[in-house]
């Protein structure tokens, strides 16, 4: 089992910034995948952004230039760096982690944070 905990959410301005932070614990030894997703009311989550065991990144076309995921593997954590932010980014923001177990790929998620951007 992989346990993921989030932090950093919170109220913020337009156009302010908040960081997110993920600890994973547990069984952590091959987790692949790295992710921030997020669900605001009423819409499917959807995938933010996604840092692979070695650096590769991928973006939402709406946080492209604004949002940044870092991952610091000794320490098993991911963090999203979020500026520029907009009402529309809005969110329960979840960690998500992929882990290979044989040839099975497990997939693990935290309980989430509210990022709430409101003035």
């Known amino acids: 089992q992989v346990q993921l905990v989030e932090s950093g959410g919170g109220l913020v301005q337009p156009g302010g910034s908040l960081r997110l932070s993920c600890a994973a614990s547990?069984?952590?030894?091959?987790?692949?995948?790295l992710a921030w997703y997020r669900q605001a009311p009423g819409k499917q989550r959807e995938l933010v952004a996604a840092?692979?065991?070695?650096?590769?990144?991928d973006y939402t076309e709406s946080v492209k230039g604004r949002f940044t995921i870092s991952r610091d593997n000794a320490k098993n954590m991911v963090d999203l760096q979020m500026n520029s932010l907009k009402p529309e980014d809005t969110a329960v923001y979840y960690c998500?982690?992929?882990?290979?177990?044989?040839?099975?790929?497990?997939?693990?998620w935290g309980q989430g944070t509210q990022v709430t951007v409101s003035s």
């Open positions: 998500k982690a992929n882990k290979w177990s044989g040839i099975s790929l497990l997939t693990y």
């Open positions: 547990g069984r952590i030894s091959s987790i692949d995948v």
């Open positions: 840092i692979s065991r070695g650096g590769s990144t």
